[in-house]
């Protein structure tokens, strides 16, 4: 493998690790895909990646000699590297719009839908084992109902995934978070002036654990977890929620993988 090409460590059904994924793929840029083999192993390698002990997160992009942390320095990184097409407006008003935009996302809803689908599979074992099946590469596949185990205590202690009130939290921030998307769009298909940009990628990739559109990171033939499903069924009709399903549909193109 050519130290040339961008390489991308990322978790495969993790949304910060999608938003980077959609962006590498809009901009159609040939990359390699490392995906996490057993998740909590991946702060290990995201500090050794980045030589930075406060780094202990994916997604994590080796770009140009460089081993870039955080979905939000990873674009910055990618329209430097590959200003077409852009994700970034050209005018300076709408592009800070759409910067503050993606901070909101990024911090208002990023860990909050995380924690309540963490919370939520941890709730529907049987399931939590079939998503491991087909999103986790590597030996925790061959785990069985001890994978389940494993990823209800990982995510327990880093998401605070078993804990009600916390998820509860949650609910408030995620259901503020697509107000805001409404709020934001109204009635339109872009956030900001009259095309993509991270904005709406960032918003889009992020609310995919609610939506599960068609494209996402996981496979839409697998049911939900029921409280999740209680959560999701009154707001299908919302138009942000409608929105994140056409804007996958419209702009999630495939990426182009090398070996």
């Known amino acids: 493998m050519s130290d040339s090409r ?29 995906a996490a083999v057993v998740p909590g192993a991946h702060m290990v390698a995201a500090m ?47 592009r800070q719009r759409a910067l503050e935009l993606e901070e909101f996302f990024d911090e208002e809803l990023g860990p909050h839908i995380r924690q309540l689908a963490f919370h939520e599979l941890a709730n529907d074992p049987e399931l939590f084992e079939v998503l491991i099946q087909r999103t986790v590469p ?11 185990s494993y990823a209800r205590t990982f995510t327990g202690l880093r998401f605070a995934a078993g804990s009600g009130e916390t998820a509860e939290r949650s609910r408030v921030a995620v259901l503020a978070a697509l107000d805001r998307l409404d709020a934001e769009l109204d009635g339109g298909e872009y956030l900001v002036g009259d095309s993509f940009s991270v904005a709406d990628l960032t918003a889009a990739a992020l ?31 919302r138009p942000g929620y409608r929105w994140v399903q056409r804007t996958y549909e419209r702009h999630r193109l495939p990426g182009v993988l090398v070996a």
């Open 6 to 34: 961008p390489t991308l460590w990322h978790l495969t059904a993790s949304h910060y690790s999608e938003k980077v994924r959609w962006a590498l793929d809009y901009k159609q840029v040939p990359h390699v895909r490392r």
């Open 48 to 94: 050794w990646l980045t030589r930075d002990p406060g780094n202990f997160t994916f997604p994590v992009l080796q770009l140009d000699g460089r081993a870039i942390a955080d979905s939000t320095a990873i674009i910055a990184a990618l329209e430097e590297r590959f200003p077409e097409p852009a994700l970034y407006p050209s005018d300076p008003e709408q």
């Open 138 to 148: 590597g030996p925790l596949t061959r785990m069985g109902s001890g994978a389940v």
């Open 207 to 237: 609310f995919y654990p609610l939506v599960l559109p068609e494209g996402g990171p996981v496979p839409t033939d697998l049911p939900s977890p029921k409280g999740l499903e209680r959560f999701r069924a009154p707001l299908t009709e």
